[in-house]
Structures are given as C-alpha cells and as structure tokens.
Nanobody, 124 residues
Framework: VQLVESGGGSVQAGGSLRLSCAAS????????MGWFRQAPGKERDWVTS???????TYADSVKGRFTASSDNAKRTLYLQMNSLKPEDTAMYYC???????????????????WGQGTQVTVSS
C-alpha cells in the first residue's frame, strides 16, 4: 500500500489550499482515510476522517473551514482548506486503515498506512 500526498505550499492567512492523497496497492472495498497534522515540537493531531461511503468527521479546530472528500474510483482523498490560519501550519499526513472492525476516527493508532507528508505554511 502506498499513500502519496501533494498540494501543500505557503499561503497567507485567509487563503486556501487543496491537498490530495493518492492511495494505491489495495483492493478492499471497505476503508477509512484520514488527515493528520504535526507542527514542529508538537504531537500529531487528527484533522478529519472519511469513510469509504463518504461519512466525514472533523476536529473542532477545522470545522467549517476544512472539507474532506474522496474519489473512490481514483482512490484519492482530498482536503480543501479555506480560511487558513497561521496555527494551521504543519506537516499534513494522509493515513489509511483497511480493517472493518476499526472505528473511522481520530485515533492515529488505528491507521495502518501513512504517507510521507506535505508541508502547509500559513503566514500572518
């Protein structure tokens, strides 16, 4: 299984970015994908999760500003980030879990596969 993120970059506060995560190497019909982020010197935080069927959950810090979506045919996960704030600056990671028994949520320990990350920098 491979996850490849793209779309990171540098923007000013109030701007937008769209991240993508292309997943490959699996044929499971059931899966959950998530976005996590980690700022320097801080723990990795959950941002959002989306099930194979499109159900999404979000961290309170990004609700109303970030939107997760997926293209199941392309096995690609997206994260539209609007109204970006300097505190959104972090390395953003895509994650995948294939086990049916796992709750699709914010516990990073549940995810089996991780991408290499893409950097998002928001300046004030």
């Amino acid at each position: 299984v491979q996850l490849v993120e793209s779309g990171g970059g540098s923007v000013q506060a109030g701007g937008s970015l769209r991240l993508s995560c292309a997943a490959s190497g699996f044929t499971n019909s059931h899966y959950c994908m998530g976005w996590f982020r980690q700022a320097p010197g801080k723990e990795r935080d959950w941002v959002t999760s989306i099930t194979r069927y499109g159900a999404t959950t979000y961290a309170d810090s990004v609700k109303g500003r970030f939107t997760a979506s997926s293209d199941n045919a392309k096995r690609t996960l997206y994260l539209q980030m609007n109204s970006l704030k300097p505190e959104d600056t972090a390395m953003y990671y895509c994650a995948l879990v294939l086990r049916v028994s796992v709750i699709c949520g914010g516990d990073s320990r549940a995810y089996d596969y991780w991408g290499q990350g893409t950097q998002v920098t928001v300046s004030s």
